[in-house]
């Protein structure tokens, strides 16, 4: 009863003029932050970051984490109308979110991304109201081996987005995994993989920059090739009516990917240098796997959509937790985050929730009252983002371009990195031609720069000995379920051959 009376304190708080006026300015704000590529949350709460000390601290706070909400939200936006993710969090949203569209079903992506995203955020807030201490204390038992462990689990359930063809996945996997150790090797401090000792490289291959590349570029091209110059709409349909049938309809088809977006979303999330995007991805691939319907996956399934946008909702929530509680952010937001509550006095880890609990219990009320403002912002503004795509693809195809160079320059403000979308765009074009599995590689190079480290760091633990993942009481599980996992497809193709042949 205590943690209740606490958090109805903390509501009001929240719901105190200014504070509700800010929440409802950033999460606007956020949404439109989000659905621009190249920006994202990251972007948004480090540019507005100044404008905050202008109000007291308390506010100030929940003025940022509305944004980091909003953007949460607005990245599906772009994924479905565009088919460019706004950032690395909404990439697997593209996946279904984008073939909807091209269907004419861009209100049903959009309806089913805000209603997962809704969930995905409350769910989360009610853990972190619950089992903020105890999830803190279990997020300091997550070592190298184990973050390791979490991160084979990941490309373990993506291995199969490629279809059935495995050699081709597992090609598309290798190849993201390369463009990941461009740049310095993080611990011995040596260049690796700079081709003809262009300067560029040294920064490494962002991932924002290949996800423009591939679904900005490549896709144009792709949809370019396929009309062959006629000129095309989607020419979807958005009536009152419409739209109470894509929440029924949402609601149906997109349960399951919700309820296993949130629940795994936030374990991911509350994790030390875990965050939103290996949490959407792994989420749309546990979906798939446990999916009667996997052949769906990648052709516009509602539950595609729901699961990594419920996820990166509730791993977004999930980073505030070892921010707050440790000090440690979960999140490259979380980071500017915590930076900002230094600047104003206050010191983040276990005292926080003692000498500052009505700022703490004033932030978690704000929580629910972001997600509910803005899952209410999204659905009101789902008429003009499907009024977008009744352009014709000639018009798009323009707009489309002008985006991926403009969010790829403000990213990096970096001429180095537009040639790469540019290249990277016409690679994606010709190895979709040839049936390679975009998805796999694009996901290699998010999860690359946390899985080597963590690798590495481990075997130096253990002096090389890789029993390391085995022997620990919870990376080992992880381990052996990751590995069949991996094996499950070479199973599957065994079967196959061992029917056919009895036949």
């Known amino acids: 009863m205590e943690v209740f009376s606490f958090l109805v304190s903390g509501i009001f708080t929240a719901l105190e003029p200014i504070n509700i006026g800010l929440i409802l300015i950033g999460v606007t704000v956020g949404l439109f932050i989000g659905a621009m590529p190249g920006l994202g949350s990251v972007n948004g709460v480090a540019i507005l970051l100044p404008v ?29 109308t565009l088919g460019i993710p706004g950032a690395s969090t909404a990439v697997a949203t593209t996946f279904d979110g984008r073939p909807l569209a091209l269907q004419g079903r861009a209100s049903l992506a959009l309806v089913t991304a805000a209603l997962a995203s809704f969930v995905g955020g409350t769910v989360a807030t009610v853990f972190f109201t619950l089992f ?28 199969g987005l490629g279809g059935d063809d495995i050699p081709k996945t597992i090609f598309s996997i290798c190849f993201g995994l390369v463009l990941a150790t461009v740049g310095f090797d993080t611990i011995s ?8 000792d262009i300067q560029g490289f040294l920064r490494g291959i962002g991932f924002i920059v290949l996800a423009i590349g591939v679904y900005g570029i490549g896709e144009m091209l792709w949809t370019i090739e396929q009309t062959r110059g006629e000129i095309t709409t989607t020419n979807p349909k958005m009536t009152a009516k419409g739209l109470v049938s894509d929440t029924k309809e949402a609601v149906r088809r997109g349960w399951k990917g919700t309820w296993i977006g949130s629940l795994l979303g936030f374990f991911v999330g509350v994790l030390p240098a875990a965050g939103a995007t290996p949490g959407s991805l792994m989420s749309y691939g546990v979906a798939k796997m446990v999916s009667k319907t996997p052949h769906e996956y990648g052709n516009g399934s509602p539950d595609g959509v729901a699961a990594p946008e419920a996820a990166n909702n509730s791993a977004s929530t999930g980073a505030m937790l070892p921010m707050l509680t440790l000090g440690i952010p979960g999140s490259p937001t979380t980071a500017i985050l915590l930076g900002g509550m230094v600047i104003w006095g206050l010191t983040p880890g276990p005292r926080l929730f003692v000498d500052q609990s009505e700022f703490v219990w004033g932030l978690i009320g704000s929580f629910y009252i972001s997600n509910l403002a803005a899952v209410l912002i999204n659905l009101a503004f789902i008429p003009l983002f499907v009024w977008m795509l009744r352009m014709p693809f000639t018009i798009l195809a323009p707009l489309i371009f002008m985006l991926s160079i403009v969010g790829g320059f403000a990213a990096s403000r970096s001429m180095h990195d537009l ?15 040839f049936d390679y599995p975009l998805a796999p590689a694009v996901l290699a ?59």
């Open 189 to 196: 401090g040596e260049p690796r993989l700079v081709l003809f």
């Open 445 to 503: 190079i998010v999860l690359g720069p946390i899985a080597e480290p963590t690798m590495r760091q481990s075997l130096l633990l253990s002096s090389g000995d890789p029993m390391i993942f085995f022997t620990r009481p919870v990376a080992g599980p992880i381990t052996v379920i990751a590995i069949f996992l991996i094996l499950l497809p070479a199973f599957k193709i065994l079967r196959r051959k061992r029917e056919a042949a009895a036949n």
């Open 132 to 159: 903020a201490p105890l999830l803190a204390t279990v997020a300091l038992n997550f070592g190298p081996p184990e973050i390791f462990a979490l991160m084979l689990l990941a490309f373990a359930t993506f291995v």
């Open 52 to 80: 905050t000390f202008l109000v007291p601290p308390a506010s100030a706070i929940i003025f940022l984490a509305a944004i980091y909400y909003g953007a949460m939200y607005g990245g599906a936006i772009s994924s479905v």
């Open 419 to 433: 040639w790469l979308i540019v290249i990277f765009g016409i690679g994606a074009f010709f190895l979709r031609k």
